[in-house]
C-alpha cells in the first residue's frame, strides 16, 4: 500500500474533502436542537469518513475533524522498522552454558547413588 500524503495547509485538505453539517445529538440544550454544528468530514481521494459534535460551533468541530483525520492518515502510513537481527555476544554464550553446567550438576548431585551390585 502506497503512503497517504495530505496537503500542510488547512485549507487545501478541506478543498479535497466533502463536508456535511447535520444536527448534533445529545447534551448541549437547546442551542444543539436548532443549530446544525456537528461535521461530517469525508476525505475525497481515501474515503476516510471522520466526525465530531464535541463542540457547540461548527467552525470548532471542523478543526476536530481536521485533527482526527490527519491523526488517522498517520497511523495508515506507519511503518515499523525494520529489525535488523544480532548476534548475542560470546560473554553471553558463556554465561549461559556456564548455567546450564551448574543445573546440570544440581541434578546430578539429587540422584540416587549407583551402587556396584546392580
Same mark, same amino acid.
Given at each position: 500500500?502506497?503512503?497517504?500524503? +495530505?496537503?500542510?495547509?488547512?485549507? @487545501?485538505l *478541506?478543498?479535497?474533502?466533502? *463536508?456535511? @453539517?447535520? #444536527? &448534533? /445529538? =445529545? /447534551? =448541549?440544550?437547546?442551542?444543539?436542537?436548532?443549530?446544525? &454544528? @456537528? %461535521?461530517?468530514?469525508?476525505?475525497?481521494?481515501t474515503?476516510?469518513? %471522520?466526525? &465530531?459534535?464535541?463542540?457547540?460551533?461548527?467552525? +470548532?468541530?471542523? $478543526?476536530?475533524?481536521? %485533527?482526527?483525520?490527519?491523526?488517522?492518515?498517520?497511523?495508515?502510513?506507519?511503518?515499523?522498522?525494520? #529489525?535488523?537481527?544480532?548476534? @548475542?555476544?560470546? /560473554?553471553?554464550?558463556?554465561?549461559? #552454558?556456564? $548455567?546450564?553446567?551448574?543445573? &546440570?550438576q $544440581?541434578?546430578?548431585?539429587?540422584? #540416587?547413588? $549407583? /551402587?556396584?551390585?546392580?
Amino acid at each position: 500500500m502506497e503512503k497517504i500524503v +495530505l496537503p500542510e495547509q488547512d485549507a @487545501a485538505l *478541506i478543498a479535497e474533502c466533502k *463536508i456535511q @453539517a447535520y #444536527r &448534533s /445529538s =445529545g /447534551s =448541549g440544550g437547546q442551542h444543539v436542537n436548532v443549530t446544525d &454544528s @456537528a %461535521v461530517r468530514l469525508t476525505h475525497i481521494p481515501t474515503g476516510i469518513t %471522520v466526525t &465530531s459534535q464535541k463542540e457547540r460551533s461548527q467552525y +470548532l468541530n471542523k $478543526k476536530e475533524c481536521l %485533527v482526527k483525520l490527519r491523526k488517522i492518515v498517520d497511523k495508515l502510513n506507519y511503518r515499523k522498522p525494520k #529489525r535488523i537481527p544480532t548476534r @548475542a555476544p560470546q /560473554s553471553a554464550k558463556r554465561k549461559n #552454558r556456564e $548455567k546450564k553446567a551448574q543445573h &546440570s550438576q $544440581k541434578k546430578r548431585e539429587r540422584m #540416587r547413588p $549407583k /551402587s556396584d551390585a546392580e
